[in-house]
């Protein structure tokens, strides 16, 4: 029989620990919350106009059905990589890419 540690560790604490040692499993997260910290920082206004968010490695794709609300949103595109990297709570988001 293994020994059980004798540190008491929460459920959170065991699953972000088992995520991270899996890295598929990691990146597979990362990518979905990605995609919900778009939709929370940029609320239902923009999200509706929204059609695609897609991270790749350090780099978001935001596909947008609106090219002025595209042009908008560069202007702010450093901000909004703050924002969104702050809502994820780690440095995820290097580079944004509006289309």
Do not use: C, H, P
């Amino acid at each position: 029989m293994a020994k059980r540690k004798a540190e008491n560790s929460s459920l959170g604490d065991v699953i972000k620990e088992f995520i991270s040692s899996r890295k598929k499993l990691a990146q597979g997260l990362n990518k979905v919350s990605a995609a919900d910290a778009w939709n929370k920082v940029m609320g239902e206004a923009i999200s509706k106009y929204t059609t695609q968010v897609l991270l790749e490695r350090d780099t978001l794709y935001v596909q947008l059905s609106s090219s002025v609300l595209r042009e908008e949103l560069s202007y702010g595109r450093e901000k909004i990589m703050k924002l969104l990297n702050e809502e994820l709570g780690k440095e995820l988001i290097k580079k944004l890419v509006l289309r």
